[in-house]
């Protein structure tokens, strides 16, 4: 079946620091693929996507690119601030049509 | 971990009429979510219930088309109103509990004719 591995966490940096959250993913034909992003207290919001190979997704200066050789959809951010603070998760839609999440990861910017 | 009891799992409905989605926890959670999933789409975040207050909505989405209840830390329920057929899609109840993972209802699959 469909499944979405992330990176552990929690992921701890300084405000202003390179982020990246790995996410590789196994599905049927060719799913779209999603980061979420759910702060302190809130619902989930969907941060980026892509549909199709080589897609790039971004939003609020964080990135992804949908990598259909290597399976993976990894998050990056090149500077991140106190308020990135929060749990990412990647997920995906492949022909079954419901999501399918990773595990979660944390991330805590310091000041 | 939490279980979360979901129902009706799916429902065919006329034009006009309402629908209740329960969502049960087997733990006592503070915050619970209702999202929607359009066919072919990402989630969307209806609102949030806390026990004891309103619900907070999103965007998009008024308290008199989706009245939502939590009477207590396991249980709510979403009511879709006066449906029509851009209503059909599936519904899920969620919650996080401490750490990172997201436990999801087994959803509601709602087709309105």
């Known amino acids: 079946g469909d499944s979405v591995t992330q990176m552990e966490g929690p992921v701890t940096l300084s405000e202003e620091a390179f982020l990246t959250i790995n996410c590789t993913y196994t599905?049927?034909?060719?799913?779209?693929l999603f980061w979420y992003v759910q702060y302190p207290g809130e619902g989930l919001q969907l941060l980026l996507k892509?549909?199709?190979?080589?897609d790039k997704g971004s939003n609020k200066g964080f990135e992804a690119t949908y990598r259909k050789e290597t399976t993976s959809f990894h998050l990056e951010k090149g500077s991140v601030q106190v308020s990135d603070s929060a749990v990412y998760f990647c997920?995906?839609?492949?022909?079954?049509?419901?999501?399918?999440f990773g595990g979660g990861t944390r991330l805590m910017v310091k000041p | 971990s939490a279980v979360i009891s979901q129902k009706p799992s799916r429902d065919i409905c006329q034009r006009g009429t309402s629908l209740t989605i329960q969502c049960q926890v087997d733990?006592?959670?503070?915050?619970m979510f209702w999202y929607r999933q359009q066919p072919g789409q990402s989630l969307t975040l209806i609102a949030t219930?806390?026990?004891?207050?309103?619900?907070?909505?999103e965007s998009g989405f008024v308290i008199d088309k989706f009245p939502i209840s939590r009477p207590n830390l396991t249980f709510s329920t979403l009511t879709v109103s006066n449906m029509s057929p851009e209503d059909s899609s599936i519904y899920l109840c969620?919650?996080?509990?401490?750490?990172?993972?997201?436990?999801f209802g087994s959803g509601t699959q709602l087709s309105v004719l």
């Open positions: 969620s919650v996080r509990l401490t750490g990172e993972k997201l436990f």
């Open positions: 599905a049927t034909g060719y799913p779209s």
């Open positions: 892509a549909t199709k190979a080589d």
């Open positions: 997920a995906l839609i492949a022909a079954g049509n419901m999501l399918t």
């Open positions: 733990s006592q959670v503070t915050m």
């Open positions: 219930a806390n026990q004891g207050s309103e619900a907070t909505y």
